[in-house]
């Protein structure tokens, strides 16, 4: 009898740590939180951005929100959050014409509309179309 305790304590206990794992991929409990921080945008399809000004991201899902900068301009628009997966809807922005940054936005816009989940590690959100990453944000700290 003791010995089934035992095996049913060590399943339950590997139980536990495997929902803990599928929690924190989808930045669940124990996760730097989605919501409510301020990412700015790191890499673009596995590639360091390194000019000028980084595009950045908030979101409020409560609100079905998001926005940030995008290079040259602001942007705003819908998101929605299921599980780990992360949806854009239509995005709105200012229209400044910029010397520099119009073609980096050009591309974030792009590859923000073709995201369909998410996943934080540490300190980095990757948003990411299947097994595709196409941006990896870092997180600011908080204000």
């Known amino acids: ?3 089934l305790f035992r095996v ?6 590997l139980g536990a740590l495997g929902a803990l794992g599928a929690c924190a991929q989808a930045g669940g409990a124990g996760a730097v939180p ?4 301020d990412w700015v945008l790191k890499q673009i399809e596995g590639q360091a951005v390194s000019s000028g000004r980084p595009p950045s991201l908030r979101l409020d899902s409560a609100a079905g929100k998001v926005s940030g900068f995008s290079g040259c301009n602001r942007y705003t628009g819908s998101a929605t959050v299921s599980g780990a997966k992360l949806k854009f809807g239509p995005l709105a922005g200012t229209r400044m ?9 050009q ?22 179309s299947g097994d595709r990453t196409l941006l990896g944000y870092q997180m600011q700290p908080a204000q």
């Open 1 to 3: 009898m003791s010995r």
């Open 8 to 13: 049913l304590g060590l399943l339950a206990a």
């Open 34 to 37: 989605l919501e409510g921080r």
């Open 97 to 105: 014409a910029c010397v520099e940054g119009m073609e980096l936005e």
């Open 107 to 128: 591309r974030y816009l792009t590859l923000l509309a073709q995201t369909d989940r998410y996943r934080i590690e540490g300190d980095m959100l990757l948003l990411l």
